[in-house]
């Protein structure tokens, strides 16, 4: 099947009625969730997973990329009126937004993250389709050892590229692995650490895991903002813009557009990266960069189209290779393979309905948040409105649901506190909970590829060095785990106090 | 000197990793199979025991852990609570009578003081999350006490 004819079946599903309104229902809750404070596309994402349970599963992934898409737009929207940054990718949009919220211009500063937005999604989806078919038709002479090696190095520049100490990322990756070791061995049959426990025997759910880590946790400091009124009261402004600004940001934003899925096709780095990335470039090509944290149109719209841009462009490891890259797209995996689809170079000829389906209703997701959050922002920021003891109670309660409508055991309820409280501590310590919930999912696969390879060479080692892709990557893998460490090293030992940490912008 | 969070975590850290490595040790071995499953698991408890280590001499980003404001663990603690009680009379009680008590008394505990508004909700959202899942959805939610 060729691009264009894929494309097309892809759209016959995406421009259904049925197809429309779940792409519908998915822009406006992944909205509302994203605007929450705390709740990001990955917490979005994993509620709708119970929810497209027993779903035909394009429509579901119609639905689920509305999702991902409102629920990056809802980020922005609490950036911008209430200069709270959601997760760490939208922190760059308070920058500028925020400024211009205040200066009684939020209609525009909506206006343009929506319309840059929907250019760095546009764009990356184009490149997305011509790309990751080729990707894939490569992957498909890959071995067990490429794909250990390919996943090994993932987790590691995630690990080394996540905010604060390399150290910490990295023991949040390794914790991530050895829960994904709990249960059943799939080669030999051995309970692994299940203590005799029937519940334990599949393993952890990764839902679990997910809600837990990143839903759960960020209740606590819901719980903490309870009293503080963070409503957003000034004026809103018009939703216009001139042909000026128009002008003048299209460079930018195509630019960053390029740049962001070019970020968000390597494994680790993703949309925090971008998003950085992009502020600062334009910063630094600006004519007027003193605009820059004051207002500037162009500030608040780099950082958005560069972070859309790479959020798609992180499915192009996924669809193609069947790897994520980023602990969204490992949600995102889960999601998939939940509904039955295991994503991976085989799929674009096994179920060419659904790899063309999923892109196709990437670019519907994005023409219909455009179309529908425009208008409706100003009310949709209403919601905003719920009372913080409400809130706190209803996330409480989808985290519940979401855990018990896929495996209804009240045992993986108990877990999903552990982990929650897990998160809580990590949170406050300032390990990273992402490297975590993607070595726990990219832990069986490691573990699987490592040991088919080792089969295949009787044990040897030296296969992974020997094929040249498997040994360029773990040389990769090997030094984003080894550099980040020797600067931490050298750092301390020349300025002697160790004040000076390694905490990148990211 | 163990006062600092690096130092701390280390050796929590280390215990688990020595524990998990005792576990490894003990796993059953098969013949004929090139890697077994303790294989990985050893591996693993290695590295996290080495980066241990590393934690606990590493000097930088200490002091970092933000203390909790005074009685805020109190809350957390109770909200702990109660989503434990809501768990344990899930099965039991029934998704819908569990939730609309969950809702309304931790929206109230953590300052929601309007009465009727509270109840509303707390009645409306399960009753109608309940219905959309066991009719529309066809997941069975408890129905545990009530007759539907």
Redesign the interface.
């Known amino acids: 099947m060729s691009i264009f004819e894929g494309i097309l079946t892809g759209f016959q599903v995406a421009l259904s009625l049925k197809g429309l309104s779940f792409v519908f229902i998915g822009v406006v809750t992944g909205t509302i969730i994203g605007m929450i404070p705390g709740l990001g596309p990955i917490t979005a994402i994993a509620v709708m997973i119970?929810?497209t349970?027993?779903m035909d599963p394009a429509l579901a992934l119609l639905l689920m990329a509305g999702v991902y898409y409102g629920s990056a737009y809802g980020g922005a929207a609490s950036s911008i009126l209430l200069n709270a940054p959601g997760e760490s990718m939208a922190v760059p949009t308070t920058f500028d937004g925020y400024p211009l919220a205040k200066q009684g211009k939020a209609g525009k500063a909506l206006a343009i993250a929506a319309l840059a937005s929907f250019t760095g999604g546009t764009i990356s989806v184009v490149l997305l389709t011509l790309f990751a078919p080729f990707l894939a038709k490569v992957a498909i002479s890959f071995g067990p050892a490429e794909y250990f090696a390919l996943m090994l190095m993932g987790l590691m520049t995630v690990a080394s590229f996540s905010s604060?100490?390399t150290?910490?990322a990295?023991?949040s990756a390794?914790?991530g692995?050895?829960i994904a070791?709990i249960g059943i061995?799939s080669?030999?049959g051995?309970a692994?650490?299940t203590f005799g426990n029937i519940n334990l025997m599949e393993g952890i759910d990764f839902l679990v895991i997910a809600l837990g880590l990143f839903a759960l946790a960020e209740?606590?400091s819901l719980?903490?903002e309870?009293?503080e009124r963070s409503m957003f009261d000034s004026e809103f402004g018009s939703m216009k813009l001139s042909k000026a600004e128009v002008k003048e940001l299209s460079v930018p934003v195509t630019r960053q557009s390029l740049l962001g899925f070019i970020i968000g096709v390597l494994p680790g780095a993703g949309g925090t990266i971008a998003s950085f990335l992009g502020y600062i470039t334009e910063k630094k090509l600006s004519k007027k960069p003193e605009e820059f944290g004051k207002g500037s149109i162009v500030g608040l719209a780099a950082p958005e189209s560069a972070n859309n841009s790479a959020s798609s462009g992180a499915f192009v490891p996924l669809l193609s290779l069947g790897i994520p890259g980023s602990g969204t797209t490992a949600v995102m995996l889960g999601a998939l393979i939940v509904l039955g689809v295991q994503p991976g170079p085989l799929m674009i000829s096994d179920h060419p309905d659904i790899f063309w389906g999923v892109i196709a209703s990437m670019y519907i997701g994005n023409v219909i948040l455009l179309i529908l959050n425009l208008p409706l922002i100003p009310y949709i920021s209403k919601l905003l409105k719920v009372?913080?003891?409400?809130l706190?109670?209803?996330v409480?309660?989808f985290c519940?649901?979401g855990v018990?409508?896929i495996s209804?055991r009240?045992f993986d309820?108990?877990l999903l506190?552990i982990f929650g409280?897990i998160g809580?501590f990590m949170a406050?310590?300032?390990f990273p909970a992402a490297p975590m919930l993607l070595a726990f999912i990219l832990g069986g696969m490691m573990?699987r590829s490592?040991?088919q390879a080792?089969?295949i060479s009787?044990?040897s080692l030296l296969i992974f060095v020997q094929k040249p892709i498997s040994a360029t990557l773990l040389a990769i893998a090997f030094l984003s785990f080894i550099v980040p460490?020797l600067k931490?090293w050298r750092?301390?030992k020349s300025s002697g106090d160790?004040?000076?940490?390694?905490?990148q912008a990211s | 000197m163990i006062n600092t969070?690096n130092k701390k975590?280390g050796i929590i850290?280390a215990v688990i990793s020595i524990i998990?490595l005792y576990?490894s040790f003990t796993?059953?071995e098969?013949p004929y199979?090139?890697?077994?499953?303790d294989?990985?698991?050893i591996v693993?408890?290695f590295?996290?025991l080495f980066?241990?280590v590393?934690?606990y001499f590493?000097?930088?980003?200490e002091n970092?852990?933000?203390k909790?404001?005074k009685g805020?663990g109190k809350?957390?603690l109770a909200?702990?609570g109660f989503?434990?009680m809501?768990?344990?009379l899930?099965?039991p009680l029934g998704f819908v009578l569990t939730?609309f008590l969950?809702?309304s008394i931790?929206?109230?505990?953590?300052?929601?003081k309007k009465w009727v508004s509270?109840i509303i909700?707390?009645l409306a959202?399960?009753l109608s999350?309940y219905f959309l899942?066991v009719s529309f959805?066809?997941?069975?939610?408890p129905s545990g006490i009530l007759p539907f």
């Open positions: 119970p929810i349970y027993g604060g100490s150290i910490k990295l023991i390794t914790v692995f050895i070791t061995d080669q030999t051995t692994r650490y209740v606590t719980i903490r309870r009293k009372p913080k003891p409400m706190i109670s209803l409480i309660m519940i649901i018990y409508g209804f009240t309820l108990f506190v409280i809580y406050r310590m300032n573990e490592l040991r080792l089969t009787d044990g460490l931490t750092k301390k160790g004040e000076e940490t390694n905490s | 969070m975590m850290l998990y576990f796993l059953p098969y199979v090139p890697v077994d499953s294989a990985v698991p693993l408890g590295i996290l980066l241990s590393l934690l590493s000097k930088s980003e970092e852990e933000e909790l404001p805020e809350v957390i909200v702990l989503v434990l809501f768990i344990l899930l099965e939730t969950f809702i931790n929206s109230r505990f953590l300052g929601y509270n909700v707390s959202l399960p999350i899942f959805l066809k997941i069975q939610l």
